[in-house]
Structure formats: structure tokens, C-alpha cells
């Protein structure tokens, strides 16, 4: 009886032992359990974090670049304003330098052809001149001829 009770006492020592193991292992598969989960979370959490913060990146970059293209445009368009005045200020200033050159050519040749009208009128009036001059010349040297044949 004593060995019986010996038996019983270690078989229920054991299965106490037994339990116990069995209990920890179960508490340390709930805590891995918890762990795993608490890791997975805490991974999700940072891929989230990191995927948040690189499409907040790439929309502030994306803006920029918006920003960027805008005032490209911006740019251009005035360069090519500025561009174009300046071909207006040109045109028109080769305009006026025409109409300038061409003004002094219509003054030359007025100018030219009032000198020959003016060089024709004053030969035709020496010319009336001359003429009247030799006229009266002939009538003298026929008045002198008639006054040498007379006397």
C-alpha cells in the first residue's frame, strides 16, 4: 500500500508536471500567438506608413511639377509675346524708314525736276533775251547800213 501510494503520489505529481507543462505551453502559444499578431500589425502599420508617405511625396512632387510646367508655359508664352513686340517695333520701324526714304525720293525728284523746269525756263528767257538782242542788233546794222547808203 505504501508503494501504491508512492505510485499514486509520483503518478499524480507527474500528471501535475505534466499539466503544468501543458499549461505554459498552451499560455506560450497564446503569447506567440499575440506576439505575431502585435509584429504583423506593427509591420502592416509601417508598410502603411511608408506607402502614405511616399504617395504624399509623390503628390507634393506631382504638384510641383504642375507648378513647374505652369510657369514654364508662362514663360514661354511671354518670351514669344516679348518676341513678337519686338518684331511689331522692328516692322513698324522699317515701315517709317520707308515711308521716310521714300518721301525724300518723291522730294529729289520734285526737287530735280522743279531745277530743270526752272535751268529750261531761264535758257528759253536768255534765249528770248538773246533773241531780242540779235533782233535789235540786225535792225542797227540795217539802220546804219541805210544811214551809209542815205549819205
Do not use: P
Not at 522699317?94 to 515711308?99: A, K, S, T
Not at 538782242?133 to 540786225?138: C, N, P, S
Amino acid at each position: 500500500t505504501a508503494n501504491c501510494f508512492s505510485h499514486g503520489r509520483t503518478l499524480k505529481w507527474a500528471w501535475s508536471r505534466w499539466r503544468d507543462a501543458l499549461k505554459e505551453e498552451r499560455r506560450q502559444r497564446v503569447l506567440d500567438a499575440v506576439a505575431m499578431r502585435h509584429w504583423s500589425n506593427r509591420l502592416q502599420k509601417q508598410a502603411w506608413k511608408k506607402w502614405e508617405e511616399r504617395y504624399l511625396n509623390k503628390a507634393i512632387l506631382n504638384r510641383q511639377m504642375a507648378i513647374a510646367r505652369q510657369h514654364c508655359r508662362r514663360a514661354l508664352v511671354l518670351r514669344c509675346w516679348w518676341a513678337w513686340q519686338h518684331y511689331l517695333e522692328g516692322r513698324r520701324e522699317l515701315l517709317h524708314m520707308r515711308g521716310v526714304a521714300l518721301e525724300f525720293h518723291h522730294s529729289c525728284i520734285v526737287s530735280r525736276t522743279f531745277q530743270r523746269w526752272r535751268d529750261s525756263y531761264e535758257r528759253s528767257v536768255e534765249m528770248a533775251q538773246f533773241q531780242e538782242l540779235v533782233a535789235e542788233k540786225g535792225a542797227m546794222a540795217k539802220t546804219r547800213r541805210a544811214f551809209l547808203h542815205w549819205k
